[in-house]
């Protein structure tokens, strides 16, 4: 698991730009944490680096999203769903197999319904950092699931390395 800390939406997107030059076909990246932490932003700046040219928006209404780039990109919100099986009635199986990346906010919450191969990143907002800034800042959590992410954990710490942050124990909810 890797912590980093952005303290801005540009930083938290110019993270997530350096995570998508890793982006491989069927890659799959849940996003969890609270609202208005920081995962749409997060997918804006992932997408703008695949060559996303349209404006990248949370399809909390729509559920899913496509835009196209250097990869196809399946931008999906679940926070509306009530039931796991809503997952698979989405299509995410077949968005994984038909060569694209998917991103799902709010993923942790449908993880048991996916395959068993990702990379979730925990956002959570920090009330007070140790420089005393309190706006924006955030830590992200990267936990690679399976043996796709687990392959690629160093070449993700290499990737965030300007962000890399040993979290306190207040800022990690003591965990």
């Not at 540009?10 to 609202?35: N, Y």
């Not at 800042?137 to 690679?144: D, F, G, K, S, T």
């Amino acid at each position: 698991m890797i912590f980093a800390r952005t303290s801005s939406a540009d930083q938290t997107k110019a993270l997530a730009a350096s995570l998508a030059e890793l982006a491989r076909p069927g890659d799959l990246i849940l996003l969890a944490g609270d609202l208005g932490a920081g995962k749409t932003a997060f997918t804006q700046g992932y997408g703008a680096a695949l060559g996303v040219d349209d404006l990248i928006t949370s399809p909390t209404f729509t559920l899913v999203n496509t835009y196209e780039g250097r990869l196809e990109l399946n931008h999906l919100d679940v926070y509306r769903l009530e039931a796991m099986g809503e997952v698979l009635d989405l299509g995410v199986p077949e968005m994984l197999d038909d060569g694209g990346v998917t991103v799902i906010e709010w993923g942790d919450a449908v993880a048991p319904a996916l395959p068993a191969d990702y990379l979730e990143i925990r956002f959570t907002f920090i009330e007070t950092d140790p420089t005393g800034a309190t706006d924006d800042v955030r830590i992200l959590e990267l936990v690679p699931v399976g043996p796709r992410w687990s392959a690629r954990i160093r070449a993700v710490a290499t990737a965030v390395a300007p962000w890399v942050h040993e979290p306190t124990a207040e800022e990690t909810g003591n965990r």
